[in-house]
């Protein structure tokens, strides 16, 4: 084949504000609380598995005012069927973000066991943690984004973790059973709506991140205003996520993915294939920018702990990643969520540099050396990407781009992987 095209780095130029004093904030914010925390209380604070920057900051944060607002405070995981739906599992996935009972100074209370706390209006079971319900109020941390499954006017949010995290796997595996009738937005609205109502939910953080994958706002919602609320907030969210502005992509290198990246590993709102089956045809026929006909992934998160969701709509992976697959986790993750063709391993070869070559001679291109490539570190870091010259010949008009490098070869150590 043709040698491999050379790279450019490229800078999108986001605009950045100035960065959030995040105590003075979480203290503003909490005052909207504090009055509904009597002294002695026992709250209940559910902590997800997402990579949220500031996670372990935010936490101790909150954890600090809920204790001088005279409350006693315990951290739950509210994580649906991750870890391999087991509390040691779950416990693992918060101690990659430093959040252990030694480093918050508080138990955390990791059984998975629920009871059923009422039915919504279609007759779904909607289910809670009982180490939440026997608490005296219960407060959610979690950021607000785009859902990685659907879209409409809810993301993922407060709403989807009141129903995932306090519903444990057994929530979750309900949810995505309603989601399949009535559609993940209405399935996520109803039974959140039967969870305010019927335990001690008192609201939660809801926390927006800006392009650079920086705490950009937070913001306290109570119990009765967290649906209106939510709403807007997605909207600012959309505004804020980072995306690839590019019409077409030969191939895209995906350096890493994971649930501390996606709830699917890679973000379906980047990559523009959905996590219920993607067409591998490589004509466009009508289908949204950016189109993308290859994706190659290299490597999972070390974070994800082997769960390797979302690998079904990579094309090409390595012998590395595919060893690297917890397949029990990443089977529990995936048929809970009802989507097993989420976990499906595609073809994979031992190094980078024959995945990449196998990728581009699958395209019908009649010189691989100019084939339009795009290489980034997940779906959360795109303020800076590598790109191909062909695809920079295309955008580098752009005012939104800046390069920040000139064109080089890419760079392999002696195994055949990308440096």
């Not at 739906?85 to 955390?108: C, F, H, K, V, W």
Request: net charge neutral.
């Amino acid at each position: 084949m043709s040698s491999f095209p050379r790279f450019l780095r490229v800078r999108q130029n986001f605009s950045r504000p100035a960065p959030l004093d995040l105590a003075v904030v979480l203290r503003t914010e909490f005052e909207k609380l504090r009055s509904r925390i009597a002294p002695g209380a026992r709250i209940a604070v559910g902590v997800g598995s997402r990579g949220i920057t500031n996670l372990k900051a935010i936490i101790t944060e909150v954890l600090a005012l809920l204790r001088a607002a005279g409350a006693e405070p315990f951290i739950f995981p509210a994580m649906g069927s991750h870890g391999g739906a087991t509390p040691e599992g779950q416990r693992e996935i918060l101690a990659s973000y430093d959040i252990t009972e030694e480093s918050m100074r508080t138990p955390i209370r990791a059984s998975l066991e629920v009871r059923q706390v009422g039915v919504t209006p279609d007759g779904k079971p909607v289910w809670c943690s009982l180490e939440a319900l026997a608490a005296d109020g219960i407060v959610l941390v979690n950021r607000v984004k785009p859902h990685t499954d659907f879209s409409g006017e809810l993301g993922s949010g407060l709403l989807k973790m009141a129903v995932v995290g306090l519903g444990k796997r057994a929530g979750a595996a309900a949810m995505h059973l309603a989601a399949s009738e009535l559609g993940h937005e209405r399935a996520i609205r109803t039974m959140a709506g039967v969870l305010i109502r019927e335990t001690p939910l008192l609201g939660g953080f809801a926390i927006l991140e800006n392009q650079f994958h920086e705490t950009a706002k937070i913001s306290v919602l109570l119990r009765e205003e967290m649906e209106e609320s939510e709403d807007a907030l997605l909207i600012e969210a959309r505004r804020l996520m980072p995306l690839l502005p590019f019409d077409e992509i030969d191939l895209l290198i995906v350096d890493r993915i994971g649930k501390n990246i996606s709830g699917t590993g890679m973000d379906p709102n980047v990559i523009m294939r959905s996590i219920d089956g993607y067409s591998s045809l490589v004509r466009r026929d009508g289908r949204p920018s950016p189109f993308i006909r290859r994706i190659f992934v290299r490597d999972l998160t070390p974070e994800t702990h082997g769960n390797a969701i979302g690998i079904g709509l990579a094309d090409i992976t390595t012998t590395r990643l595919a060893r690297a697959m917890d397949v029990k986790i990443s089977f529990v993750n995936a048929m809970t969520a009802l989507t097993p063709q989420s976990a499906k391993l595609p073809v994979y070869f031992d190094t980078d540099r024959e995945s990449i070559e196998r990728a581009l001679v699958s395209l019908p291109l009649p010189d691989c050396g100019a084939a339009r490539i795009v290489r980034i570190a997940d779906t959360l870091s795109l303020t800076e990407i590598a790109v191909s010259e062909a695809l920079w010949a295309d955008v580098k008009g752009r005012a939104e781009f800046t390069a920040i490098s000139e064109p080089r070869e890419l760079a392999f150590d002696g195994e055949g992987n990308l440096v």
